[in-house]
């Protein structure tokens, strides 16, 4: 029997059982989720920037290369590039989202950062 995971997207709370070593992007697809990408999951474009949860993935050479030592020390991992390997919660940033699946719109998803850097409510 093929092993399984359950995945959690935040701030969304939709979950979905995927199997072992499924793309995070694909699971997000699969979960009604529509993340941006225009390099069809080559790891170049960046956006399908995801945060994982409490559960630290290697990066691949790409995430080295396009993201700061800080994005991967906070679990920030491209989803195109991330295997399904354990339970996951992934948080999903708006920026990330082609087409956000809130019920409140995106706006009351995610709190919006201010110039200043601190979030705003």
Same mark, same amino acid.
């Given at each position: 029997?093929?092993? =399984?995971?359950? *995945?959690?997207?935040?701030? &969304?709370? +939709?979950?979905?059982? +995927?199997?072992?070593?499924?793309? +995070? &992007? ?17 790891? #170049?474009?960046?956006?399908?920037? *995801?945060?994982?949860?409490?559960? &630290? ?5 790409? =995430? +080295? ?12 991992? &491209?989803?195109?590039?991330t295997r399904v390997t354990r339970d996951?919660? *992934? ?8 087409? %956000? ?6 706006? =009351?998803?995610? %709190?919006?950062? #201010? %110039? ?6």
């Amino acid at each position: 029997m093929a092993r =399984e995971h359950r *995945v959690e997207f935040l701030p &969304f709370g +939709v979950k979905r059982t +995927v199997a072992d070593q499924q793309r +995070v &992007f694909d699971a997000a697809g699969a979960a009604g989720l529509d993340l941006a990408s225009e390099c069809s999951g080559g790891g #170049t474009c960046g956006q399908c920037l *995801v945060r994982l949860i409490r559960c &630290f993935t290697e990066p691949t050479g790409n =995430e +080295v290369h396009l993201l700061s030592q800080g994005k991967l020390d906070a679990g920030f991992r &491209f989803a195109c590039q991330t295997r399904v390997t354990r339970d996951l919660k *992934v948080f999903i940033p708006e920026m990330t989202l082609r087409s %956000p699946k809130t019920d409140g719109g995106p706006e =009351e998803a995610l %709190p919006h950062p #201010t %110039p200043s850097g601190h979030e705003k409510g």
